[in-house]
């Protein structure tokens, strides 16, 4: 069946440090993918987005790597800070279009 | 502009009742989906509307439905509820498929 699944479920940083949050995905034909972020209480927030004709793509601290041929995403955050801490999901697009979520990953930064 | 709108916030509804969630998506958005988050199970997919059409569905009973206004905003209704229906209900939106969604705040659903 169709999966996402993350290598880790925690992650604990040191403020300033980066952090990399690693994802695997099933589908060979998943063609978009998304990262979220989401913080206690509240619906995800879209943080970034990459296509597969894309291995990199960076935006505000935050960095989406995809490679296609070990069906891999990671999400790379530059200086995290407290305010980053929250749980992280990738998703993929599936058929039609639905967004296919991997378990998160929630990541703690230490001040 | 504004963003995903979700109403109400909290439910808590007694077990064989029916419950209809509402989702107002972003101003230009025609594509509305509707997601299940549980500590068990994380995000599922529920369904997902464009211009009033259901064009997906995900594997959940019957009992889950769903409908798309003209002006894009989406119900959702679970009838006879059961304990495990009990969930964060979460309403995205994007102008079409394969693009940003953005996520509402969800509806916190309680079944006693």
């Known amino acids: 069946g169709e999966s996402v699944g993350l290598h880790l479920p925690t992650l604990s940083v040191q403020e300033g440090d980066n952090s990399i949050i690693n994802c695997a995905y099933s589908?060979?034909?998943?063609?978009?993918f998304i990262w979220y972020k989401q913080e206690s209480g509240k619906g995800p927030q879209f943080i970034i987005d990459?296509?597969?004709?894309?291995d990199k793509r960076q935006g505000q601290r935050v960095t989406v790597l995809l490679n296609k041929t070990v069906k891999h995403l990671s999400l790379q955050i530059a200086a995290t800070q407290p305010g980053d801490s929250a749980v992280y999901f990738c998703?993929?697009?599936?058929?039609?279009?639905?967004?296919?979520f991997g378990q998160g990953t929630e990541l703690s930064v230490k001040p | 502009k504004a963003g995903v709108t979700q109403t109400p916030r909290y439910l808590i509804k007694t077990r064989g009742q029916q419950v209809t969630l509402s989702c107002s998506p972003i101003?230009?958005?025609?594509?509305v989906s509707w997601y299940q988050q549980t500590p068990g199970q994380g995000l599922q997919f529920l369904f997902e509307?464009?211009?009033?059409?259901?064009?997906n569905k995900g594997n959940f009973p019957g009992r889950f439905s769903g409908r798309q206004f003209s002006n894009s905003r989406s119900e959702m209704n679970v009838s006879t509820l059961e304990l495990g229906d009990s969930a964060l209900y979460l309403c995205?939106?994007?102008?079409?498929?394969?693009?940003?969604?953005?996520f509402g705040q969800g509806t916190r659903l309680t079944v006693v």
């Open positions: 995205a939106s994007s102008i079409q498929e394969f693009t940003e969604a953005f």
């Open positions: 589908n060979s034909a998943s063609d978009y």
């Open positions: 990459i296509r597969s004709n894309m």
């Open positions: 998703a993929e697009t599936g058929q039609g279009g639905k967004l296919i």
């Open positions: 101003s230009g958005h025609r594509s």
């Open positions: 509307y464009f211009s009033e059409t259901q064009r």
